[in-house]
């Protein structure tokens, strides 16, 4: 496998909204994450990406962009970002934007232009259709409920329709029109020449479309199917054109592109992220995948860890010989891990460390979301104006059609929002949790602020936050770096059902890593015998290959 700059670090992504604001408006911005580059350089993370920070009506919250080159007034100025750029570099951080490329938003000044005049230029940078027997061009349903059609503002008489596969204000771009793809390629080229190390490339494998609009059969009462059942179809439509995005962009750069592509089939992968791939990497979302939302996102089953266990082995597996998955526990998407995977006996700081101990040594770069290090675990939401995000309006909604009551319907976004993970990071136990000095913060405080916070845990030893910077640290280690970068997943047997054990292996050399997440102690033979490396709880004992853990801890052990 061909060697790459970014094997071998750890990345952390950031949701600026929340993670540290300077002025006092309530919202992070630039300038709040300046002020926390030495905390990131202290836990020893090199590579950073930032969920959009570009112009946006945040309609949602940043994945609509109006202005691909400039930075939102709210996050701070051009200037405000060279400095970050510069200022993380001096402390060995790569920075790696969102690239929202599927879609932009409708106060982006090409589709108001479409909406101005249908015949224009602009409007071939969208899909505009006229409707078919009176009805919508077809029968997709949008990933935030309804369809995937709607009037063009202006145009509603003359039976014309815009394409939007997420909310109504983030109307697809037509990636079949060459010159809007040149517009694209060159903005994303602007942003590498300014230094930034590459993209998370956010909802990509729908830039694929059947351009007759054929529909498909319903997979819901509502006459309905998910766009994304026709976006697994096109796939490889998707890929000439990501060949062609690589080949213009990230490659000549040397950038990496860490795509969000969700269900990449097992034969196609090393088209993805094999040595001559499109991407860099991917993220494993197979865990997450397990939950499909549709027909009823309102019906969800918690994913145990012996589940997430399983599925993560497997993907883990597939890609030993092709290339790597980007292992993730959360995002701004997903509801907190520990509140997510793991029983509540193990909803604790205890269970946080030992799910960072699995993560961080599976083979891939891994992803830390902003407060994970800390063991944030899900907001709680009194009611349904306490959230912001579009889509768990729309599950709200769509909820209470399906008949449950107001109480079922906060239940189940408590448990499954994307807010859960969307509230300012948790610096210390002052007001807004050091994050802000405003008198109201743009979505709320977390409940636990008191006592999860950063301050209370940066020097104590035991904390999960020194638990990850000791497994980042590790991972630098050079004694274990090769081992741990390239070395191949082996999943172990598990001996109990929420025990989490497996190896890393090169040359004959071995890593192991085992997790126990039951509520009781248990014994695991390991293959070799081996010295402990890192332990999540004092009371962890090695004799010979038999290593005992007591409840909700792990230990990393080398041969
Ligand atoms: O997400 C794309 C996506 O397919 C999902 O994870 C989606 O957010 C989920 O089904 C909704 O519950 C990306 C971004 O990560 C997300 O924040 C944006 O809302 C979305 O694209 C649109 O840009
Ligand atoms: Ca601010």
Redesign the pocket.
Known sequence: MEQKWWHGKTAYQIYPKSFCDSNGDGIGDLRGIISKLDYLQELGVELVWL?PIFKSPFV??G??ISDYQDIDPVFGTMADFDELLAQAKARGIDIIL?L?I??CSDKHEWFQKACADPNCEEAKYFYIAKGKNGQVPDNLRS??GGSVWEPLPGHESEDLYYLHY??KA?PDLNWYYEPLREKLFAMINFWLDKGVAGFRV??IM?IAKDLTFPGLPADGPDGMCAA?QMTAKLSDQAATFLYEMNDKTFKPHDAISVA?A?GVNAASLANYIGDNGFFSTIFD?SA?ELNE?YPAYYRYRPVSIAKWRDTIFASQERVNDIGFMCPIFE???EPRGVSYYLPRHAQNPDGAKAFAAVLLMLRGMPFIYQGQEIGMTNTHFNSIYEFDD??AKD?YKTALEAGLTEQQALDILNIES?DNARTPMLWSDEKNAGFSTAAITWLKVHQDYKTVNVAAQRHDPKSVFSFYKALIALKKNPEYKELLTYGKFVGLKPNAEYVVPYARELNGKNLYVVANFEDRAIEYELPTQGKILLASNDAIKLEGTKVTLPAVSAVVVAD
């Open positions: 969920s949602d919250q994945y609509d969102d929202v599927n879609h990933y935030f997420f909310a983030q956010d909802a729908n994304n969000e969700f979302f997450r939302k995002n701004h998407d579009v889509n599950n994307r």
